[in-house]
């Protein structure tokens, strides 16, 4: 399928959906909930879409395909949620890659393609412990000139997923959205070494963000994380998620904290790609429910990481290409007997 | 009060308890549960009492208390056990310490005083995140020649905690014991690097083995937690709990995992004695409950984590002098809104 005929095919879907929700709106009474399985919420996510080289201590790679965009969309595809990938790539990405993420239900609107330019490229080699990797090669190519579009159809999103990029990329495409009602935002430290000002333009527009801990200790100028998420508070956001990597992901939230561990694996086989995962579920779970409340963000915060623990089982996207509901449900039960326990409090 | 006064008001209570026992023993029926409060369970611990010296961001301190069996002692003493401490220390400790740690409901006739000795001395100093130390000072003095005694009256209890000292000297109380329910063995690196042999025969003996994750890659030879924790049940305990610090705790059983995050705290204002305090809260629970099963220990593990994040707020033993009970249900309710979710599960 060439590009063009996605797009003419999520044209005709976009179609079928519009006089869908149109149906709903004519007969919208408690007595047909059933209806609402066909008006999915909108989630708009913008990111790199890319070729990676990634070398573990378990093999290496030759370019494949990676970006956070690509990521987060296939994490949030898990939802019932129609998302469109804002982003750009070069005349050499596959067409298979297209066609896998138009067959996981991304709308492709949004992903410009620049013919005569090359896609993003990223390499980078993992140590030993996983923990911690070198880049090898960042080549921006078509990311230099990027300048986003968000479809249309897409402005009334919900759920805005703001994936790592400059942080006047990000801006640019909150100035396209009609009034979404939640905004994560990821960064990293890259863009608070080189573009803090614009980085802060752009915090204070969100109502989430998502860092690791590392991250979070620079932007705030504070090492306790409980006092940095604080002060990060007041920068605008009202929720922090603070990403810990192996050591799972904590969620701020005025005085409430809540913690979910990562799933302890046997086997980390590529942590390319795991933050991305994380925020994929994360906004996927909380487009697709609509309820953006504390608890709700609990169970996104759980959904983003039992996620993420398959993205790191194969090298690139593989593993969460392959993803079945019924893992991820297998999983999750895994995560509750992980982490519930039963104490009588006084 | 001298350490001769303390020595009969315990054996008085001794009788006190033999007495109660004995009624309870003849009167044992469904009718009288409230007896179960005067037999309460017995809890052998093992370890260092000693003085530390120490220096952090926030400060440092001359000689003051510490020692692993202190904190264990300290923390196990919030639970209506009988606790019994078995170690060493030189005319040097101080009449006050023994008066706080009797007061605190701790057996000491298994507290051996050489009069002419030095208590064990440890100084340390930690770098400014709190998570690395350097050790200034290890004097051994009176623990060079420590020969561990087990009071009679304590060789029947149900649970041993063994702090970290020689696996020798854990051995030796092991084979002291009449048949205890529950051994928890508590070790350091630094004894699998000179007396692995003699540990390994430790470990094969005991049912808990608390190390932390560090300890556990070295003792295994694996880098995954999952795959290390399995091997070390080959070797012994059907438990294996590993300490991961601020980052948490997991406990693993079988093809069974838990995992206990520690409180994310603003001030961490010295980290000594937190593994152990851990030990203790988990070994005092259970012994207290008398439920050794899996979801009994997930409990302990969830009330160790709890009794660590207090003694990390002051210096030293400090802050587990002052604690009430009260304060420890208040902040296991913290740990619960920190860990519990509610997710419909398919």
């Known amino acids: 399928m060439k ?34 399985a066909f008006t999915m919420s909108k989630l708009v996510i913008v990111g790199t879409v890319a070729f990676d080289a990634i070398e573990t201590p378990f093999g290496k790679t030759d370019k494949i395909l990676g970006g956070a965009a690509t990521y987060i969309g296939l994490s949030a595809a ?18 298979k890659d297209l066609d896998m993420m138009a067959g996981k239900g991304m ?25 911690s990797r070198d880049t090898l090669a960042t080549e921006l190519n078509v990311l230099e000139t990027f300048n986003p579009v968000v479809p249309e159809a897409y402005k009334d999103a ?18 396209q959205m009609n009034n979404p009602k939640l905004v994560v935002l990821d960064t ?48 605008g956001p009202q929720y922090v998620v603070i990403k810990k990597g192996e050591h799972g992901a904590l969620l701020f939230y005025k005085d409430q904290m809540f913690f979910a561990p990562a799933l302890p694996l046997a086997e980390v ?14 906004t ?31 090298f690139g996207t593989e593993r969460m290409e ?3 509901r019924i893992e991820v449900d297998q999983r999750l039960h895994q995560f509750k007997s992980l982490t519930q326990y039963d104490i009588k409090l006084n």
Chains 1, 2 share one sequence.
């Open 3 to 36: 590009p063009s005929s996605i797009l003419s095919f999520q044209k005709l879907n976009e179609s079928i959906r519009s006089f869908l929700v149109n149906l709903q709106l004519k007969f919208k009474t408690k007595r047909y909930p059933t209806f609402r």
């Open 78 to 95: 898990q939802f019932d949620t129609d998302s469109a990938i804002v982003s750009v790539v070069g005349g050499d990405f596959l067409q």
């Open 107 to 131: 709308n492709l609107e949004g992903l410009e393609i620049v013919k005569e330019g090359k896609s993003f490229f990223w390499s980078g080699k993992y140590h030993n412990d996983m923990n």
């Open 158 to 175: 919900e759920v805005v997923m703001l994936g790592n990029l400059h942080p006047m990329v990000q801006m640019g495409v909150i100035e």
């Open 188 to 235: 990293m430290n890259f863009w608070m070494d080189v573009a803090l000002d614009d980085l802060k333009k752009v915090i204070a527009k969100v109502d989430v963000i998502t860092i690791n801990d590392e991250e979070a200790r620079q932007l705030s100028g504070e090492y306790s994380l409980v006092t940095a998420a604080k002060k990060i508070m007041t920068m």
């Open 269 to 282: 086989f590529d942590p390319t790609g795991a933050g991305d995962t994380f925020a994929g579920g994360f």
């Open 284 to 314: 996927g779970y909380l487009a697709n429910t609509e309820d953006y409340s504390f608890n709700n963000m609990k169970r996104a915060i759980i959904y983003g990481s039992c996620l993420a623990s398959f993205a790191v089982e194969k």
């Open 322 to 324: 392959s993803l079945t």
